[in-house]
């Protein structure tokens, strides 16, 4: 963790996002049980349209708490402390620009920021890579998937993304907060791909295992339909 980030959990104190231990948002003892996981999501309709990536928990009751804590009240620190721990200090695929996956318009009135982004840019700072703002972006509106079956939530999204022109020629890191069935990962794929660009793989905060059931987190079917 940067020294700046460090002092400000001495200046400004708060307890752990899961285990509500001060002073840090995430103590050390909670970090250590989450190990980065490679992940694979697959389209239901075309098992050959697939993405591999890294989820970086998996979303228990605690680790559920902490995107809470950060999607719902502002802890951005949460992201900060999971990337910073847990993702690796390397990157194995051939990247030129990290992009963050859309949240509808909704969420966004709602909370005022788009996690994914915030995450994306925490990425991009500990690999040492561009960020590119608001890359990718809804085109319609689309249902709320928290009921919907592998196959319906891919089929509510389709084609409901674009991506700026910007990413032509350009290979992708996506960024997420967390992944379920990968449905809004595999659109945003599809839309970098229209743009011109490819998708190398992805990055998540954290990864539900639970795929043909309703997330455990509250607002997690706003952001991963």
């Excluded at 719902?72 to 847990?86: I, K, W």
Aim: overall charge neutral; aromatic content about 6%.
């Amino acid at each position: 963790m940067p020294v700046f980030d460090s002092l400000l959990d001495l200046l400004l104190p708060t307890n752990c996002a899961e285990c509500s231990t001060p002073p840090s948002v995430y103590c050390h003892v909670c970090l250590s049980r989450h190990k980065p996981r490679s992940v694979v999501r697959s389209d239901a309709h075309d098992a050959q349209n697939s993405l591999s990536g890294i989820a970086l928990s998996i979303l228990d009751e605690n680790v559920s708490k902490a995107m809470s804590a950060f999607k719902e009240h502002n802890q951005f620190a949460v992201a900060r402390a999971l990337v910073d721990a847990l993702l690796p200090a390397e990157y194995s695929w051939p990247i030129d620009v990290v992009v963050a996956a859309p949240s509808a318009k909704g969420n966004f009135a709602k909370r005022g920021f788009v996690p994914a982004e915030l995450v994306a840019q925490r990425v991009a700072r500990r690999w040492h890579l561009v960020h590119m703002k608001s890359a990718i972006w809804f085109v319609r509106s689309v249902a709320d998937q928290a009921a919907l079956s592998i196959a319906d939530r891919q089929t509510n999204l389709a084609g409901s993304m674009a991506a700026s022109s910007r990413l032509a020629g350009k290979r992708v890191l996506l960024v997420d907060d967390i992944v379920t069935t990968g449905a809004t990962l595999l659109e945003a794929s599809r839309a970098v791909s229209a743009a011109g660009g490819s998708v190398a793989g992805f990055v998540t905060l954290a990864e539900t295992l639970r795929r043909l059931e309703p997330s455990p987190h509250p607002a997690h079917s706003q952001v991963e339909p």
